[in-house]
């Protein structure tokens, strides 16, 4: 309840009330430095509010996962003790299987911690988070480091909680599949949208739509009639708004097509036996990841300011 944050240059954000259900999965999207991940750990107890409080009701167990999660693993424990460490009473089973759910699979479970990268920590550190007995998960970034596959997974197991979800992505499809409301942050001001993703973009659009409609009815009247040369079409995105958004679209499924193939490539047991084909099959993966995640930023970003 009226909750915000105030680094000295004026509120990063105002929210005068906000109220979280349960099955409620609530993706908070806008441009960077609107004050997303800010939220997200005043949410987590990890910053403390300029004005306001967060409330959790009762038997509320809130799990927070960002990415600097990873450095609290024992880097002497393998893959596999340190996700059972969580719950030593969870089966083999379960433990295998949503390891593998993050690419911990086969004889990589009993990797030492510390021989893994920076992006397998992080992997490991949000399979521990979900063996966790939390009904409220607060998630910055989660798909960072994941698959198609394992976003994927990650999107239907978070469909199937009931309790409730906070979710940080530049991920557009993770967010449509996974989000069930949108809350737009942006220039101090938060607005809640009851839908996923792709219904946000959609009330933006007409919002966007509504706001240039007044400004041309305002225009009109405060012009001579005799003046006046208004259109009856309703304004649209400028063709070079449009190319760049379409350009921006076209270049993500370009490149999600790519890491796909890619995927299969180092599936097939013939590139185990050639270890030069299979180290440039990996390399060529993570490159396209990479470019990927930048290539959704930029569509996220073109898509949410249109």
């Not at 167990?61 to 003790?81: C, H, K, M, R, W």
């Not at 490149?255 to 995927?263: V, Y």
Request: negative net charge; hydrophobic residues 35%; contains cysteine.
């Amino acid at each position: 309840t009226d909750l915000s944050k105030d680094y000295g240059k004026g509120p990063l954000f105002h929210i005068k009330r906000l109220e979280l259900d349960r099955g409620m999965r609530l993706a908070l999207v806008g441009p960077n430095g609107a004050g997303k991940s800010t939220l997200m750990k005043l949410l987590a107890g990890q910053e403390t509010s300029t004005t306001g409080e967060v409330a959790f009701g009762l038997r509320v167990n809130p799990g927070y996962f960002s990415q600097n999660q990873a450095e609290s693993l024992d880097p002497e424990n393998t893959v596999i003790d340190e996700a059972w460490a969580v719950d030593e009473t969870v089966g083999v089973t379960r433990i295998r299987t949503l390891l593998g759910c993050f690419l911990f699979r086969g004889e990589d479970v009993f990797k030492p911690i510390r021989k893994l990268s920076g992006g397998e920590r992080s992997r490991l550190a949000l399979a521990k988070l979900l063996l966790k007995p939390h009904n409220v998960l607060l998630l910055d970034e989660p798909t960072n480091h994941l698959d198609l596959g394992a976003k994927e997974e990650l999107a239907e197991a978070l469909s199937a909680f009931d309790g409730t979800a906070v979710l940080i992505s530049h991920d557009r499809f993770f967010l449509d599949n996974a989000a069930t409301h949108v809350l737009h942050v942006e220039n101090g001001q938060a607005t809640l949208y009851s839908g996923n993703y792709t219904y946000y973009l959609g009330k933006r659009e007409d919002e966007r739509q509504a706001a240039l409609e007044a400004a041309r009815q305002a225009e009109a009247a405060a012009t001579p009639v005799a003046a006046r040369q208004t259109s009856t079409k309703p304004a649209k995105l400028s063709y070079k708004q449009e190319r760049a958004l379409e350009s921006a679209e076209q270049l993500v499924m370009d490149l999600e097509e790519r890491l796909n193939a890619l995927e299969k490539a180092l599936g097939d047991p013939d590139s185990y036996q050639d270890i030069t084909k299979s180290q440039t099959l990996q390399s060529d993966y993570e490159r396209v990841k990479g470019e990927l995640e930048g290539a959704n930023e930029r569509w996220m970003e073109l898509a949410e300011g249109a």
